[in-house]
């Protein structure tokens, strides 16, 4: 089975942490889809030219993060179960949830971020904050009585907020979110997730240090007993 993927790609990222939760192995190939002619040969493999793209041993090309990691925890049902039949209909929901509208929303603040001071900030931009703070308050209430995302299993739901709540901290501080704050530290505590973000964190920084306007992480803050 092959990974077309990048490090820094933080849906590669959710899809890396899924194999590396079930210890499923896998061949992973390196992809940067902003080089035009590599971008050229991927297309053979992804018309869309998005990572990652997962290829089975039978050759079956299959496309888009959470549907890969639907497909892994169907063929590989070792623990952790990432789609647990009783919880599937809220560990989608959530997963979309994370996907569009804070996903979708970091995009949006993320290219303001690196716009001239006085083209910011415009309708579209404040209607993703808010759709960004809905999403937000929405996991910090989910969050509320329990340990991950959709209850006491970690699950797809994780595997998507994990990168995503990483680098949303480069356009949004979510920290006031107490709830948010600790699941975002009990994820990093995953060695899943930590592999995943070592592995992406060289390649980040060199994106970070490209940018017309620099912009950092917000670092988590030490918990407080
Ligand atoms: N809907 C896709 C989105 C994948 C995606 O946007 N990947 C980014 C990297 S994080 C990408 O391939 N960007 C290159 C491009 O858009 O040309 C999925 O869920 O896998």
Redesign the pocket.
Known sequence: MKLYY?PA????Q?VLIALYEKDIPFTPIKVN??DPEV?EQYQKINPF????TLETDSGELI????I?IEYLDRQFPQQPCLLDRERMLEIRSIERII?VYINGSREVLFADSQRQLELRGKKKVIKARRLLETACNFLEAKLQDRTWLAGEQFSLADCTAAPTLTYLRLVYDYQHLPNLTNYMRRLESRSAVAKVQREGMVRMNQMLAALPYPLELAPLAHASC
């Not at 790609?9 to 590669?12: D, K, L, M, Q, R």
């Not at 030219?49 to 990652?52: F, S």
């Not at 496309?63 to 959470?66: D, I, L």
Request: aromatic fraction near 10%; charge should be positive.
């Open positions: 990048n790609s933080s849906y590669s959710r889809p902003s971008r030219g998005k990572i990652p496309f888009e993060a959470c890969i996907d």
